[in-house]
């Protein structure tokens, strides 16, 4: 589906089969010269043909098109990947710029998973599924870096790069000041709420995460244009909402730890989910990598607020209440 959601700005819904987040939204800026698609879907023929069937009835060449991809996740990178070519600007923020420049293969995250109690079978498994395995490209094109502040021009709008980290570590937003309207990629959604996963060391995505959430309440904004789903008007009350639900779910993993010791996997087995399955048992494991990921998100915010502490053993990373202070 297309529409103009703006003079000069449209939406194409690309879709993705077989996922919980079932389109993903590009977004594309006509303009004389060179038009400006923002986030672009998988590396797979359904995103290739939506895409290109879009931008026909928009009428936008794609070979007088650049690119402007919020963060790295393949859904919104990967077609981009295959499509641009070495004409082709591509805009991406400086950290997950440098991630995907480094990239060697999945070997770091796998053993992360499994230092968080990921069973062995289950890390090949889900990243035999993964999206970013599956529907990746291996192109990697020149990209542009993008900085916070950072102005990009393009259909009579001057878009304001907004760095809001935590869904990814550079994940990047698009404002328009004078029109008030905020590209969020994945930063602000609404019916969902954004995955905010920990897959390395040294991060905590969930303190930058809600800072980032701060920074974009302190801005002016009377229409978001996110990654998924439908478009929010109520900002400050969408970001009101996001922030409770983590909140909810500090106190909830806090509680679970009352029961002793846990790993980021059984964490995860014991949160609550909102995904319809009966048991951790019957979760599908994609979907337990990713509640492992944002379990653990959540176990290094209260390890660096000094609440939990954690321990190894067997080759094992443990999590478990801080001793109380007498
Ligand atoms: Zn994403």
Redesign the pocket.
Known sequence: MVEEVLANLYRIEIPLPGSPLGRVNSYVVKDAKRNLIIDTGLNRKECLEAMLAGLDEIGVELKRSDFYIT?L?A??FALARFLSDDNTKVYMNEPDKTYIENWTSWEPVEKFYRLNGFPSDEVDAAIRNHPGEKYGSDRIPVMSAVKDGDIISCGGFDFTAVATPG??PGHMCLYEPAKKFLLSG?HILIDITP?IGCWMDGIDPLRLYLESLEKVYAMQVELVLP?HRRLVTDCKGRITELRRHHLERLAEVLAILESGPQTGYQTASRMSWDIDCSSWADFPVPQKWFATSEAIAHLRYLEEEGKIVRSEHNGCRFYSRAPKPV
Request: net charge negative; charged share 20%; hydrophobic share 0%.
């Open positions: 963060h996740h859904d919104h869904h990814t994945d995955n990654g």
